[in-house]
């Protein structure tokens, strides 16, 4: 039977462990997407002006330094019959923005398949995923990338967390993939610029403070009684 000691002593040792390991997350940057709207004026640095038929993204650095070997990548989805891809944006600079317009954007990565989401078509074809899909809510990305050794991340986008109205009122639910199922049809402005993620900085661990885990009881197997 455990005694009070012991399991007080398990306790103790368990919320150093999670004092040690936890790392503050800092906000770098954000993701803003919009679709088929003429209040996205961004797109133009794209390679695009006036309203794109598809989602265009915005990767924007707010922090003081590079963000490198950034990726955007849409999760697999067998059951909606999606592949796996990620778009290689590389070195987004401090104070920075990237933007990815899908179709239209090229990574000079080689897909052999056009059904993968970040296929490159040419500089005016963005990929009108209301017609094309995918523009189900249930579709996922993630942004990774580094600062010095740190981790960057955006963590899970869900598509469907961000469905709302339309810009203009004429769609009562669309995402920022123009669907679920053509939901765009009726729109003249669909999605105007929203920030659908905060890119986030795990902080590393401060070297300068001493080794601490002399401050952990030690524990005694079996352990002793009162």
Avoid: H, W
């Avoid at 004026?41 to 963000?67: H, L």
């Avoid at 990815?100 to 040419?122: E, Q």
Wanted: charged share 15%.
């Amino acid at each position: 039977m455990l005694t009070g000691r012991f399991v007080a002593a398990i306790a103790f040792t368990s919320l150093v462990s999670l004092a040690l390991g936890a790392r503050a997350k800092t906000p770098v940057g954000t993701i803003t997407v919009c679709y088929y709207s003429a209040e996205c004026a961004y797109t133009s640095a794209g390679g695009i002006g006036g309203v794109v038929d598809g989602p265009a993204f915005q990767f924007s650095n707010s922090g003081t330094k590079p963000i490198t070997g950034a990726k955007f990548a849409i999760a697999a989805n067998k059951a909606l019959g999606v592949k796996a891809d990620s778009f290689n944006i590389g070195t987004i600079n401090a104070g920075a923005s990237f933007v990815l317009i899908p179709g239209a954007t090229n990574d000079r990565k080689k897909r052999a398949n056009s059904g993968l989401f970040f296929y490159y078509v040419g500089p005016t074809s963005p990929r009108d995923t209301s017609d094309s899909e995918p523009n189900s809510n249930a579709i996922t990305f993630q942004f990774t990338g580094k600062i010095g050794t740190s981790n960057v991340t955006s963590g899970k986008i869900v598509v469907g967390a961000t469905v709302g109205p339309s810009a203009d009122g004429s769609v009562a639910q669309i995402n920022f993939l123009g669907g679920p199922v053509n939901a765009d049809g009726p729109c003249n402005d669909c999605v105007k610029p929203m920030v659908i993620a905060t890119l986030t900085q795990a902080s590393a661990p401060d070297q300068s403070k001493p080794d601490t885990d002399k401050d952990v009881p030690s524990l005694t197997f079996p352990p002793k009684a009162d």
